[in-house]
């Protein structure tokens, strides 16, 4: 089926998050002439049907007079909306405008190529040199690798190849290390030297058995290199904590903000929801139209183009309550299920799925995978994405249920509280939970601890 255009806009509304639903509306703003943003203290819309028009454009003045009545509607709803928002947030004046200042402060985080260009202009380098610079940061891709080789640069320039070589080993000094290697080996093998470990079996097994080294042959690199097992595993240690893609710290995705669609608050002893309102556009429709509508001489083609769009311009409001009210309903689902969380965290989370709430909101599953979809919560525990209070679960011997994410924090602890010189196996941790009334299998403890980046007993031994 192919969606109407205005479905599709509603559905985009609801999936976006708060920042760039701004965006989206800010488009809108500029498209539709009939459509203004305005401060949440202006003047409701008066309610004012035109004056009477030629009996062939009385159903248009009817229907205009009717849009018209709902528009106004929906000015007071909203205004009353951000008033009974922002009085249960109990903000002062003073911090709402601190937090108007900092998110209105928000800048673009620092691309990779940003870092670099900053770097090359406080080198030495000169105008040719700098040139080649600015070439060679061009085709850095967003791993921190060279996507090109040293002789095309020093082709496409008609230079000397050394020359493109000098360069490009003062920008391999810049931050951060390991920028513009040619491949993950190159990568690798410059964070060795710079470490002074170069001409050791570090670089022997970077060089030689990196493949063997991701499949953990252990034994098989001990015996090529004439080394022990027990040095192979330490080597192993130390390869982990260089960086095999140096240019991914600057990644848009890595460094998005995070801005808290709902805030959940204990208030009077119940938690309260809070819509997080600051950043919500608040729209509503122009005066100005008015006066074309109501002049005599307004082109009967005119009235119908002001008409569309106020319709347009209804139906963006529209949309825009509409997913608020919809993130507000399944927030409240989620805190009524998730209260213990909200008291003792992890621990305290319950299993919920996404059909469950649908069914009690009275929507599709997947409007609620929409409406939490890049959403974030701020709760007594913390900001949490609100997906992450959508988890399957387990019953306990005793009849209580658990989260599957439970039963992963208990995993980490246990492990954590170890001895280094026994590590809990698999099977000694499915025995642990189950003593605690939790059955859960050994094949699933394994999922759950690869899942938590934690390595099996034998690889942990000593560490």
């Known amino acids: 089926m192919v969606l109407a255009p205005q479905l599709r806009q509603s559905l985009e509304f609801l999936q976006v998050p708060l920042l760039e639903l701004r965006t989206l509306v800010q488009q809108e703003l500029e498209k539709n002439p009939m459509l203004e943003e305005r401060p949440m203290e202006a003047e409701p819309l008066e309610v004012e049907t035109p004056s009477v028009e030629p009996k062939e454009e009385a159903e248009a003045v009817k229907d205009f007079g009717e849009e018209y009545e709902v528009l106004a509607q929906i000015d007071d709803d909203w205004k009353e909306y951000f008033r009974e928002s922002s009085s249960r947030s109990g903000v002062s004046a003073e911090e709402d405008e601190r937090r108007k200042h900092f998110l209105d402060s928000i800048s673009q985080p620092e691309s990779l190529q940003e870092h670099l260009l900053h770097q090359l202009g406080l080198s030495e380098l000169k105008d040719q040199e700098s040139h080649i610079g600015e070439l060679l940061i061009g085709h850095i891709n967003e791993d921190g690798y060279l996507a090109v080789t040293l002789e095309d640069i020093a082709f496409a320039q008609q230079v000397d190849i050394e020359l493109v070589q000098r360069v490009h080993a003062v920008i391999r000094d810049f931050d951060p290390i390991g920028v513009g290697s040619f491949d993950l080996i190159d990568c690798l093998l410059y964070q060795i030297e710079r470490d002074g470990k170069k001409g050791t079996p570090v670089e022997d097994m970077v060089r030689e058995h990196l493949e063997e080294l991701a499949g953990h042959k252990y034994a098989l690199i001990a015996r090529s ?32 903000i995070v801005v808290p669609e709902v805030v959940v608050q204990k208030i009077n002893g119940e938690y309260v929801i809070i819509l997080n309102n600051e950043q919500l556009p608040h729209l509503r429709i122009s005066k100005q139209y008015r006066t074309l509508m109501e002049a005599a001489g307004t082109d009967p083609d005119v009235k119908g183009y002001i008409m569309e769009k106020i319709k347009s311009g209804a139906f963006l409001i529209k949309s825009i309550h509409q997913r608020q009210q919809t993130i507000r309903n399944i927030a409240t689902e989620i805190v009524k299920v998730q209260e213990s969380f909200m008291e003792e965290g992890v621990k305290g989370l319950k299993p919920l799925t996404m059909s469950q709430v649908a069914e009690i909101v009275g929507i599709h599953e997947t409007t609620v995978s929409r409406a939490v979809s890049g959403k974030y919560m701020q709760t007594p525990q913390g900001v949490y994405e609100m997906k992450y209070f959508f988890t399957p679960g387990y019953q306990t011997s005793s009849g209580e249920t658990v989260s599957n994410k439970s039963i992963k924090d208990r995993i980490d602890q246990l492990i954590g509280d170890e001895e280094p010189s026994a590590p809990l196996s698999d099977q000694a941790i499915a025995n642990a939970l189950k003593s605690e009334g939790v059955n859960v299998a050994r094949r699933t403890v394994a999922k759950y601890r690869e899942e938590l980046r934690i390595l099996p007993s034998h690889m942990r031994k000593g560490y």
């Open 225 to 256: 290199l004439r080394i022990s097992l027990g040095e192979v595993q330490q080597i192993a240690h130390y390869i982990a904590t260089l960086d095999p893609r140096p240019g991914r710290r600057f990644s848009l995705d890595t460094a998005a």
